[in-house]
């Protein structure tokens, strides 16, 4: 589905709620195939989302439903067409509790205010593995109505198929290796597991709405066990929560749940630390397949995050019952030490990348960090989007324009050229703590495609160099960001 088709479409279910369209923009893609917009009426803004799975938006509508009822703070759906593959939802914004971790690792303290938000959605998540619960027909949910033995071994090979085996110079032994995660999933399909599991409950996954926070993308959801929503929130990596933080709420949801049932009475911390494992592995697995085989430079940085955590943990609780297993899983934290180390030591001499739109009428931009060098792309040989009539007021951050350009295949070929070009460079920067680079892009007038590649790379930078500082300027439309 094109994306104007989509838009089309979302704009007429807003009207068919009584409410006037007056703008819609694209919201940053995440690792999923929806595809978001937030949609800017007069009564204020709301979500539209399209996703092809339909299936998949059938346990979303449902699950959205169902924990409605018990007044889980979840989106309202507010329209479905009658394709079932567009929707309308409550916007809660566009802070996540992701952003005030990473705006507190900045200053290398965790705040009170984040604390205080991850207590709230620790008391969140009982509510939802276990009033959640109450009622909930797993017959709906998808891909699978429960977390069992097929899931862990699934998690289990995910890590082997995608993260060790593309490593050629880690050496096991695959029969006993199988023989093991047979073992390993055998023993955690014991736990506890008469509750909702979220399955993808980390901070990016949590909205921040005044203060409170407000849960998406749950759609995953199915039976499982307590403990492993708890370790993906905790645990998540990229989050890197100190030890004694980590402690602290883990005492608070084993204090939460407690209004609801004894922790030891399900044996909670026998099984714990087999959720690590099993989630620091799942996790891994994700950043081989989405880094490793699709080549995708945003989860190849979040290796080292992951492997850091693993070895911490393999450290304090050794798989001594599972010899291969542990093999294993020592030859992958050894890559730590001449592999993945550089992006953990970045932050020692922070990296600042300068994004400048020009005209090139006017001149090039000014070096003002003294080192000179940098890139300076022309962007005069891609689709003009200023010779169109209804782009003349417009820049390349208006999505009308973006839209236009997304749509031509020079645009990509463009795009994915700097993206290696810069890359590159970022990358041998940081290895060498350099402290300045400069990219700028150029076209005729200053105001439309120059604008548009500046915003994009800036935009993938942040994601995939979330160390690194980020200044934009268009120079013709007097923006610095």
């Known amino acids: ?53 339909v299936e998949e938006n059938e346990a979303f509508f449902y699950l959205t439903e169902h924990f409605g009822q018990y007044h889980l703070k979840v989106p309202k759906l507010l329209a479905i067409n009658e394709e079932r593959n567009c929707y309308l939802q409550s916007d809660h914004g ?88 047979n073992a390993f999933a055998d023993f955690i399909g014991q736990a506890f597991s008469e509750a ?42 990229k989050a890197q929560l100190p030890p004694d933080m980590r402690n602290d709420l883990l005492g608070h949801y084993k204090k939460a749940l407690s209004a609801y049932l004894d922790p030891s009475s399900v044996d909670f911390d026998k099984y714990y630390p087999y959720f690590v494992y099993l989630r620091l592995l799942q996790v891994l697995g994700a950043y081989g397949f989405r880094g490793l085989i699709q080549k995708k430079a945003h989860f190849i940085e979040s290796i080292p995050y992951a492997l850091k955590e693993l070895k911490s943990w393999n450290d304090q609780y050794p798989l001594e019952a599972y010899p291969e297993l542990q093999n294993v899983i020592l030859q992958v934290v050894a890559l730590l030490d001449h592999r993945y180390l550089s992006p953990l030591t970045s932050h020692l001499s922070p990296l600042t990348v300068t994004l400048n739109s020009f005209s090139f009428k006017k001149g090039y931009p000014d070096d003002f960090s003294g080192n000179g060098g940098g890139f300076v792309f022309d962007c005069r040989a891609l689709p003009n989007p200023g010779r169109e009539p209804q782009f003349k007021t417009k820049t390349g951050r208006d999505w009308e324009v973006v839209e236009y350009l997304m749509e031509k295949p020079q645009t990509h070929v463009f795009l994915d050229h700097v993206k290696a070009i810069v890359g590159q460079s970022i990358d041998n920067y940081l290895e060498r703590h350099f402290s300045n680079l400069m990219v700028s892009f150029g076209c005729t007038g200053g105001q439309h495609r120059s604008v548009f590649f500046a915003q994009s790379i800036a935009d993938w930078i942040k994601a995939t160099y979330p160390t690194v500082n980020v200044k934009v300027n268009h120079i013709e439309q007097h923006i610095h960001e």
């Not at 589905?1 to 089309?8: P, R």
């Not at 959640?132 to 890590?159: E, Q």
């Not at 996954?205 to 005044?210: L, Y």
Request: net charge negative.
């Open 1 to 53: 589905m094109l994306d104007c088709d989509i838009q089309n479409t979302l704009a007429g279910l807003v009207r068919s709620i009584g409410m006037n369209p007056v703008d819609i923009k694209p919201i940053a893609e995440s690792g999923s195939a929806r595809k978001y917009y937030r949609i800017l009426t007069a009564e204020g803004s709301i979500i539209g989302t399209y996703n092809a799975n």
């Open 94 to 181: 566009d802070e996540t509790l992701f952003d005030h971790v990473q705006r507190d690792l900045k200053s290398d303290s965790y705040s009170p205010e984040t604390i205080s938000l991850y207590k709230k959605t620790l008391e969140q998540l009982v509510r939802f593995q276990l009033e959640g619960h109450l009622g909930l027909d797993y017959s709906k949910v998808y891909p699978m109505p429960c977390f069992d033995k097929s899931a862990v071994m699934d998690d289990l090979d995910y890590f082997k198929y995608y993260f060790v085996k593309p490593h050629a110079e880690i050496v096991f032994n695959e029969t006993r290796l199988k023989a093991e995660c």
């Open 196 to 237: 909702f599991m979220y399955r993808d409950f980390q901070s990016r996954n949590v909205m921040v709405d005044h203060g409170e926070p407000c849960f998406i993308d749950y759609q995953g959801g199915r039976k499982g066990p307590l403990q492993y929503d708890v370790v993906s929130l905790l645990y998540q990596v």
